[in-house]
């Protein structure tokens, strides 16, 4: 699986997918780094008279609803509804979920328009699939991610997606696969926006990748090993953030190997 998972990495860099990034303002750059290290290609567009015609152009989809509003809602739907016409795949990331009614209200409408992979916090999942009352915190999560395992579960079946829960284990899962990844560093969480680089990073890889359950996961490991690594050589979040980008740039096979801690629990 290690050795499938450096394939897919070393495939992004040579295919340099151009990924369509719908994402709030105060991440659009560390994601196009983040995008451009890893090896694809980014285009951060809004404007309703372009959606169709970007996605006509671009592998693959993010919508981000971290910064909400109703111009951006509109530019969502319309890049959705483009990406299903075209059968190309759409991520979503469904930042603070649970936190006001009108963001509940636009994740609904964006449910319905069958995400193909959604990646979120524990906290965020679980509101997203309304199993209990955890309070979300801002966009970190409160909860862990095994917690949110079930309602996972309850989103993949009823929209047939696959779901990525991020924490100190990631936890990709569709109705057929489950994989576990516990690599990073807990000094990522100090660094706004890693989430959404993540959500990017899985866009990219399945744009390259059919299988949503592997392109995810090697986003996810990916992004794991090289945080992992950049902390080892950093300060604090601030020159962590730099290396991070270095190491998605230039991480080593022999690297990715020997630091990937994966667990397969089914598929």
Known sequence: MKELLWKNITQLKKET?????ITNYVVM???ANALLAAGASPIMAHAHSEMEDMMN???ALVINIGTLDEYWVTAMKKAAKQANKLQKPWVLDPVGAGATPYRDEILADLLRLNPTIIRG?????MALAKHNTTITKGVD?????NEAITAANFLAKNFQTTVCISGITDIILN????VHLSNGNKMMAKITGMGCSATALVAAFSAIIKDTAEATVSAMALLGVAGELAA???KGPGSLQLNIIDKLYNLSEEEFISTLKI?????
């Open 175 to 178: 109705e057929e696969k489950e």
């Open 141 to 145: 999560s409160s909860a862990d991610s």
């Open 121 to 125: 916090n524990a906290s965020e999942i």
């Open 232 to 234: 080892k050589e950093s």
């Open 29 to 31: 750059n560390n994601t």
């Open 263 to 267: 667990e397969i629990k089914r598929g």
């Open 17 to 21: 997918p151009l990924i369509q990034n």
């Open 57 to 59: 152009i671009c592998q």
